[in-house]
């Protein structure tokens, strides 16, 4: 059974940063991607940023230039850097994994508030 376990979430004043970690349970290279979602109270839950196994990036445009998603391999963790960060940035945070299924992880809140 596949796990993704999310960390690093918070609470953040407008212009500064937080880094989301996703630590999987096995290589993350028996998916095709992983990626970053996120839903705001009353919203939808949007894609924010994808990572393929091949290592290429992916960015939902509100979000290019200040977020970026990495992974270390060794680690098996998934990262989503986020910087100049913005009150419309608060919302749950969700790790996804991708092969032939879509996993999930339980999601973790980042808000943005001065």
């Known amino acids: 059974q596949v796990q993704l376990v999310e960390s690093g979430g918070g609470l953040v004043q407008p212009g500064g940063s937080l880094r989301l970690s996703c630590a999987a349970s096995g290589s993350i290279l028996s998916f095709n991607s992983m990626g970053w979602y996120r839903q705001a109270p009353g919203k939808q839950r949007e894609w924010v940023a994808t990572i393929t196994s091949g290592g290429g990036t992916r960015y939902v445009d509100s979000v290019k230039g200040r977020f970026t998603i990495s992974r270390d391999i060794v680690q098996g963790t998934v990262y989503l850097q986020m910087n100049s960060l913005k009150p419309e940035d608060t919302a749950v945070y969700y790790c996804?994994?991708?092969?032939?299924?879509?996993?999930w992880g339980q999601g973790i809140q980042v808000t943005v508030s001065s």
């Open positions: 996804n994994a991708k092969n032939q299924y879509s996993y």
